[in-house]
């Protein structure tokens, strides 16, 4: 079994940073890929960004690329989604995600993950 907790969730101005941390216990994350999926209110949980165990490769959704960066500390258990010039449209309940499946193309679905954090709350204001 994987707990994953998200934390560095809050209120944060467009244009501005904010940085999220998952924290994983029970088992080390070095064999899983770890993935960043968000759901905004009414709307359908959506895929953010992915890595790979080793942090060598990472996937991101059209939307935030260029703007988030996912990364790793695997002696830390950690992984981190990094949000540079955030946007009102990126408010959302981010979670933190592992799955093992090694395919590339299916780190975006949400049904492949194992185990998913509870979430943090992420606000973008204007």
């Avoid at 955030?86 to 590339?104: I, L, N, Q, R, S």
């Amino acid at each position: 079994q994987v707990q994953l907790v998200e934390s560095g969730g809050g209120l944060v101005q467009a244009g501005g940073s904010l940085r999220l941390s998952c924290a994983a216990s029970g088992r080390t994350l070095i064999r899983y890929v770890m993935g960043w999926f968000r759901q905004a209110p009414g709307k359908e949980r959506e895929f953010v960004a992915a890595i790979s165990w080793s942090g060598g490769g990472t996937y991101y959704a059209d939307s935030v690329k260029g703007r988030f960066t996912i990364s790793r500390d695997n002696a830390k258990n950690t992984v981190y989604l990094q949000m540079i010039s955030p946007k009102p449209e990126d408010t959302a309940v981010y979670y933190c995600a592992a799955t093992t499946t090694v395919v590339v193309s299916q780190w975006a679905f949400d049904y492949k993950y194992n185990y998913w954090g509870q979430g943090t709350q992420v606000t973008v204001s204007s």
